[in-house]
């Protein structure tokens, strides 16, 4: 499989003193990267018997201003936004986008976190440096086999469900799909995709890749917006397109219409286990079509069938999401709890071979004809 187009990580020295230019790397010597480096064989877990955990978090990380230990199972860790005090620290955690050359020191007795919510596709630069290639010890991402798993959203099932009018949200709806996307040039080939799909079905496209803008749209990932309000009452569907084909990389697009009643049935394409994170009958998973044409076609003949459609947003009201405060605020328990964990995990990852592996398991679009 080729690599997509290279999109290296942005260096932001600005908030914080962890990186400078691309081109600086090229400049560093094998002894520094050796220094940089963790080993197995002289991992220090004294930290295990510090009564107070201190995490020290790098630029790009979100949410961190939501957290609150006190909420955790485990409520002995602290979190520090200053990476100037990384010394204090047991924990680093840095976010993948943000990665250059390390200008922070490399203590034996700290647990370095590597923090990925991007697929494959798109994170390549830390994975290509091999300064990083065995700087950290564990994986903070949304994948589950991660040593934290923090996925992009949650689907809980409703305290109390709102008493509706379907046949009346039924009837208001003029118009069968909705997209909202900002990048057009994707491994998944969602763009092509969605143009085949163009030529059964009637497709509105927002944002970049398409001719319309929603005006009210405050910010990308705002679960309150208007715009998807207002979209989610005109349009019977909404295309949850990733960007890549991967397992477990399924991104909030598709939660956001799991939130506030939105009545409106998601179609997702990118993941192939998509079972393991939605409810079922809540949306149409387009991994079931042999192609665009025939998921075009069942969309069609779903968007036509007043009863079946509306068991499907009967049985989606069921259901609503996490917000992403709140599963960080978990995830952020589960890194507490580890490091504090009688079975101290001493290993180093080597992000290039994490990289490949990942890489791998993504799929080539097959599905477009």
Known sequence: MKESVD????????????CVEHKDMKKIKDSEIKRFHCNNAT???????????????GPGTLWTNVMDFDKCEVKSCVLERNLSKSKECEAILLESNHLGRPTLPRLKEQIWVLVSHESPFTFLGAARNKIWRRAFNWIFSYQKNSDIFFPWGKIVAKEKRTEKNYDTIFD?????????????????????????MRKIIDIDIYGKCGNFKCKNIVRKNDPNDVCRDQKSKQYKFYLSFENALCPDYITEKVFLFYQYDRPIIPVVRGISNAKEFLPKNTYVDASEFDNATHLAHYLKELGNDRKKYIAMLQEKDKFTVETLE???QKAMCSLCKKLHSSTFDEKCVDTIN?????????????DLL
């Open 7 to 18: 999109k290296r990580p942005q260096c932001n020295i600005t908030t914080a003193n962890v």
């Open 354 to 366: 994490w990289h490949s592996q990942r890489f791998n398991t993504c799929r080539v679009p097959v």
């Open 326 to 328: 709140n599963v960080f």
């Open 43 to 57: 991992i220090n877990v004294s930290v295990q018997h510090r009564t107070i955990k201190k995490i020290c978090t």
């Open 172 to 196: 208001m709806k003029n118009r069968t799909a909705v997209w909202l996307a900002s990048n057009c040039r994707t491994q998944s080939k969602r763009e092509k995709y969605v143009d085949i």
